[in-house]
């Protein structure tokens, strides 16, 4: 029988799909799945699957020899083995501490296996370059965004971090091996060039998405790091109970593995255990549209199928305040991502409109937290475009200086064949009959294409990925900052030069063929849950800190706040997997300073 994939579990990294030696895997609406009849049940896709979602149901795997309760002690234990958890053990061990590295998956890495944009702004590197140090402006820029409505202190804690971290991994001699110094024309500065060559980069069609991408690399570099200087590294171990003195202190954990209970024993604890997202109690309170799907095409998870919030449920036992209302549980829209990278581009060209399942326009700029899709019937839409629109941006993309955007549409027309097989692209060669293929009302829908079209002869077309016109992007909608901590102007896009990223000047959808690229809520990440203080110490309703106790990562609050300013602000200045590593390395350097 063939193997199968345990799709609510499956984040869609594409790895199963690009390594399948039979081409047996395919994509439908937001999942991966095995087609029978042609997988030889080989296994390889099981072997690799991150998120271990893929069986053989006729030979599951024989259960673990049981064993009687494992006692371990440690200096520091780490819960949790992604880009928060990875840094802060291999900082606590490079530092001599005796340290355990719990992970509940078969793998390091977690979220962080998936992404990329981990950003380091400034490092010895780019002192003796010439560049100059961005910390000053960009703590400036942050306080007057946001002022007292978040933890102000944390936040320059944190990009100081950023550069202290870098200067120990060049200290170790560890950052030279993946990355190298060079000039970044989209973001006007100096930057850091990932250099390293996984095998699994030559084959993606999407190079921002999967298996990898800079947080594979840092994470697995890290460990392999980490189990140099002595640290132990227990995975398939899930932390379950915080155990605490008699005052109250954090003194190590009770976990489970797959042949019993395991008891640590240590001086601090670092909880970095991810995100939340597929825990459905839990996103019921951060985000309780996130599972409202009855009748609706469900949001795409793409965080790993660990993120069940055990860290938080763990912390909210022992009395640690956990920040409900300021968290970032974001579900962008309109967008087709994670799909082939290709497509992503071409349905965000300048002449592509978005409409929903009815065929009418949805108008967003920037993000949101809930995105564009989640107002409109069904929470699903098309990105409509015409195959000028894919010429010309095939051609942009094919002669671009950016190395992921020749990647991307290097195997295009394959990628739009499969798009259109799988039915999340819909070609028609006329206007009207693409009307018909999507259920719209026909003649509402062309006198809205005719509309359109009017109105880009007419020079009334915005052909700007970024904010809107005549929006200084200060508190409303817009494109995200850019530059190294976002750089000094809040009209820049993100990573983009101020005023965003120039796109070609826009054309009418006028020569066939048409297509339909089907645009759903997509879920890249969640940062919410324990309340840290400025050294990422734990702390209680009453702001005392739980001694002894740590948190980095997704699943603290850290400095976020809710809605377009979380999104739009704060992301572009630190992003999610940043703030993850900085925040593991400070978490790791408090826990330090408390063991001795």
């Given amino acids: 029988m063939a193997y199968v994939i345990d799709q609510p579990n499956c984040s869609c990294c594409h790895r199963c799909k690009l390594e399948c030696p039979v081409g047996a ?12 009849d042609i997988c030889t049940s080989c296994g390889h896709c099981s072997t690799i699957c991150h998120n271990g979602c893929i069986s053989d149901p006729e030979n599951p795997k024989p259960a673990a020899a049981p064993h009687g309760r494992i006692v371990k002690e440690c200096d520091i234990l780490v819960i949790g083995a992604g880009g928060a958890g990875t840094v802060a053990a291999a900082k606590a061990a490079d530092m001599g501490k005796k340290v355990i590295l719990m992970e509940k998956n078969w793998e390091v890495g977690g979220s962080a296996a998936f992404g990329h944009m981990g950003r380091i702004a400034y490092s010895k590197w780019h002192e003796a370059a010439g560049a100059e140090d961005p910390r000053d402006k960009t703590y400036a ?13 944390l936040f320059r804690n944190i990009i100081d971090a950023n550069v202290d971290m870098a200067n120990w991994l060049i200290d170790t001699g560890e950052l030279e091996k993946g990355f190298e110094l060079y000039d970044d024309p ?20 999407d190079p921002s998405i999967g298996p990898g991408d800079s947080g ?11 189990k140099s200087k002595g640290g132990e590294l227990m995975v398939n171990t899930r932390a379950e109970i915080l155990l605490t003195d008699d005052s109250g202190a954090v003194i190590g954990v009770l976990a489970n593995d797959p042949g019993g209970q395991v008891e640590v024993h240590a001086k601090a604890v670092i909880v970095a255990a991810g995100a939340f997202t597929r825990n459905r109690d839990l996103m019921n309170k951060f985000q309780p549209l996130f599972y409202q799907d009855e009748g609706c095409e469900p949001v795409h998870i793409y965080t790993c199928a660990t993120c069940t919030g055990d860290g938080i449920v763990m912390c909210e036992k022992i009395g640690a305040h956990i920040d409900y209302y300021n968290k970032r549980a974001a579900m962008f829209g309109p967008m087709h991502h994670p799909f082939s990278y290709c497509m992503v581009a ?3 060209g300048a002449s592509a409109i978005t ?3 009815t065929g009418e326009e949805i108008k967003q700029f920037g993000m949101t937290e809930i995105g564009a899709l989640a107002n409109v019937p069904g929470h699903f839409g098309w990105s409509i475009l015409d195959q000028q629109d894919i010429d010309a941006n095939v051609e942009e993309n094919k002669n671009s200086p950016v190395v992921d955007s020749r990647m991307a549409v290097s195997n295009w027309e394959k990628d739009l064949a ?14 009207e009959e693409l009307a018909d293929k999507l259920g719209f009302d026909k003649a509402k829908f062309m006198s809205f294409i005719a509309q359109h079209n009017q109105d880009i002869k007419d020079g009334k077309g915005n052909g700007m990925f970024g904010p809107p016109p005549g929006g200084d992007n200060e508190d409303g909608p817009g494109g995200m900052p850019g530059g190294p901590f976002g750089g000094d102007d809040d009209d820049e896009g993100m990573g983009m030069p101020p005023g965003g990223m120039m796109m070609p000047a826009p054309r009418p959808l006028e020569k066939g063929p048409f297509y339909a690229v089907k645009m759903k809520m997509f879920h890249e990440n969640s940062i919410g849950g324990m309340t840290i203080d400025e050294n990422a110490a734990v702390l209680r309703p009453d702001g005392s800190v739980i001694p002894g106790l740590y948190a980095a990562g997704d699943n603290t609050r850290g400095f976020m706040v809710p809605g377009e300013v979380g999104v739009q602000f704060i992301e572009g200045v630190v992003s999610a997997m940043t703030y993850a590593m900085n925040s593991g390395y400070l978490a790791s350097c408090s826990a330090i300073d408390y063991v001795d």
């Fill in 216 to 226: 594979w690399y840092i994470t697995n570099a890290l460990t392999e790091f980490f």
């Fill in 346 to 348: 071409l349905s965000r």
């Fill in 186 to 205: 989209m973001r006007g500065g100096l930057g850091l060039k990932y250099t390293y060559q996984y095998y699994l980069n030559d084959l993606r069609t």
């Fill in 25 to 36: 895997i395919h994509f439908k609406n937001s999942k991966y799945y095995i087609e029978p």
């Fill in 355 to 357: 409409v929903d399942s």
């Fill in 141 to 153: 820029r942050f306080v007057k965004k946001l002022g007292d409505r978040t933890n102000i202190k």
């Fill in 418 to 431: 499969d798009e259109i097989a799988d039915g999340t692209t819909v070609k028609a060669d006329t206007l």
